[in-house]
Nanobody, 115 residues
Framework: VQLVESGGGLVQPGGSLRLSCAASGFTFSRYGMRWYRQAPGKERELVAGITSAGDSTNYAHSVEGRFTISRDNGKSTVYLQMNSLTPEDTAVYYC?????????WGQGTQVTVSS
């Protein structure tokens, strides 16, 4: 299993970013996917999840209405569209999948929201 995140960077408050997570080593279309984030000095927290078919999503209250998770099973990629970003969204963002009871993580991508 390999998960590779990209798309992070420095953005001003109110701005947008789109994160991508390219998956390989497993049958992507059979598994739900999640995005997590970890801010400095804080625990890793769940941001958003999507079912294997992409027909159901869920979000942390802190990002609901601003972030959108989606997936392209043909490209084995999951996305996180982030709008109206605030400094509180600054964190390393990780995508994740559970297989046979084990959770796999990507290396993460840094998102910094600052003026």
């Amino acid at each position: 299993v390999q998960l590779v995140e990209s798309g992070g960077g420095l953005v001003q408050p109110g701005g947008s970013l789109r994160l991508s997570c390219a998956a390989s080593g497993f049958t992507f279309s059979r598994y739900g996917m999640r995005w997590y984030r970890q801010a400095p000095g804080k625990e890793r927290e769940l941001v958003a999840g999507i079912t294997s078919a992409g027909d159901s999503t869920n979000y942390a209250h802190s990002v609901e209405g601003r972030f959108t998770i989606s997936r392209d099973n043909g490209k084995s990629t999951v996305y996180l569209q982030m709008n109206s970003l605030t400094p509180e969204d600054t964190a390393v963002y990780y995508c994740s999948v559970v297989q046979l009871g084990r959770r796999y993580w990507g290396q993460g991508t840094q998102v910094t929201v600052s003026s």
